[in-house]
């Protein structure tokens, strides 16, 4: 539905220019949504897979399984949207403290964006509100360390920023004054929490995005802490009882639309086809995540039952192949901490893990080796190479 502009421009003057700041009006739409027929079944689509999704981890022997690597996987393509370069080896190898050739600064900045989501994820587990606090808290998370430091981590901006284009006199857009931005939030935070709109938790959070990435409150970061905020509302909502829905790969593929629908709920009004947009992101973003979970486990078990064929050295290697299916990349040091095997017990397992065609050592050097699971890698690494 085309409403018109959602909001009103503010006029200053910077640099001699007059510029045009969007300021939107409060959450929800008005007039409302159009939630009734194809809209209604896509809606009940995506909470279908986000169902499914969560129904994987219902059944897993550690819930957590798949945490690990999904979290990493998705700092990785969310901070490529960014422009950041690292691959998710990098980002493993960077957490073993081995990261020979890493640009440190890229696999920093996709450390932190883990580091944003386990924070985000452990306040609301304790009961903390989502809320404008929290927002901040990841923020700060996501730049304290690289290259963000110096754009006030964990603060909203004290000047205009703008999209696109080099000044705020010809971007492609100027979200609200500094002034405004609290004010903004506020209202935003407001509508995460009304309890009253009738608006199921999915279509909220879409509207959550669009509207937090409209105010861009932070002077960088606002892509990834909205792509993080997505995460949160759905968890705190109760959709998913673990964070692994992630849209970043769907937003990279997209992008032009992406920032195109964004552009239109905020020049036309039209929330509708955002809306679209973002269910059908979440219906097959969650589906091919249950995918991936499915092949993960059949390979789980596929490698689990040769390793059995091991005979009396099946024990040991069952517990460093379980270390690894923990976390694919590994030196023999860390598989002896993680596993509490003696370091000779762990070198013949992994030499056994080899020899199977399960295990394959990355660096080609004679010390500090690193082995990775490779088939588990691969199957993650699916999409994230750069497009
Ligand atoms: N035309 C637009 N209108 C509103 N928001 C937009 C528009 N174009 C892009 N955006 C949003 O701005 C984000 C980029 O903002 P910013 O550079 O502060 O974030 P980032 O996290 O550093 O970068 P990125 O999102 O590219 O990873 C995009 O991800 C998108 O969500």
């Known amino acids: 539905m085309k409403r018109g502009a959602t909001g009103e421009y503010e006029i200053t003057a910077m640099g001699g220019e007059a510029v045009r700041a969007f300021v939107p009006a409060p959450l929800p739409p008005d007039p409302p949504l159009e939630l009734l027929g194809e809209r209604q079944r896509l809606l009940e689509r995506a909470l279908l897979a986000c169902g499914r999704l969560d129904g994987v981890t219902a059944l897993l022997p550690d819930p957590d399984l798949f945490l690990y690597a999904y979290v990493r996987r998705e700092a990785v393509l969310s901070s490529q949207i960014e422009g950041t370069q690292s691959s998710l080896s990098d980002l493993l190898l960077f957490e073993l403290d081995e990261a020979p050739g890493v640009p440190l600064d890229d696999v920093v900045e996709v450390s932190n964006y883990v580091a944003a989501l386990e924070h985000g994820m452990a306040r609301l587990r304790e009961d903390f509100p989502l809320s404008n ?42 979200p609200p004054p500094p002034q405004l931005v609290e004010d903004c939030m506020a209202s935003l935070e407001r509508a995460i929490h009304a309890a009253d709109d009738g608006l199921p938790a999915l279509v909220k959070a879409a509207l959550a995005h669009a509207q937090f990435e409209t105010i861009h409150p932070f002077l960088d ?45 905020r020049a036309e009004g039209d929330w509708e086809s955002w809306l679209d947009f973002f269910l ?67 070198s013949r397992a992994v030499d056994a893990l080899e020899n199977l065609g399960i295990v394959r050592e990355i660096t080609g050097r004679k010390r500090e080796r ?18």
């Open 221 to 265: 970061g606002n892509g990834r802490v909205g792509r993080l905020l997505i995460s949160l509302m759905l968890f705190d909502a109760g959709v998913l009882g673990q964070p692994l829905l992630y849209l970043s790969y769907y937003f990279k593929q997209h992008r032009a639309e992406y920032y195109r629908l964004l552009d239109t709920v």
């Open 370 to 387: 690193v082995f990775a699971y490779a088939r588990y890698l691969a199957i993650l690494n699916e999409g994230t190479e750069p497009l």
């Open 280 to 346: 059908e992101g979440v219906a097959s973003t969650a589906g091919a995540a249950v995918d991936t979970a499915h092949r993960l486990l059949a390979l789980f078990r596929d490698d689990a039952a040769r390793v059995q064929t091991l005979g009396r050295a099946a024990a040991n290697a069952l517990r460093v192949f379980d270390a690894l299916r923990d976390r694919p990349l590994a030196t023999l040091n860390d598989l002896t901490e993680r596993t509490g095997a003696s370091y000779p017990t762990v």
């Open 133 to 174: 606090r929290l927002l901040r808290e990841v923020h700060e998370k996501l730049l304290v360390r690289g290259r963000g430091a110096d754009k006030q981590p964990g603060e909203f901006r004290r000047s205009q920023n703008w999209i696109g284009g080099t000044r705020p006199g010809n971007a492609q857009f100027v």
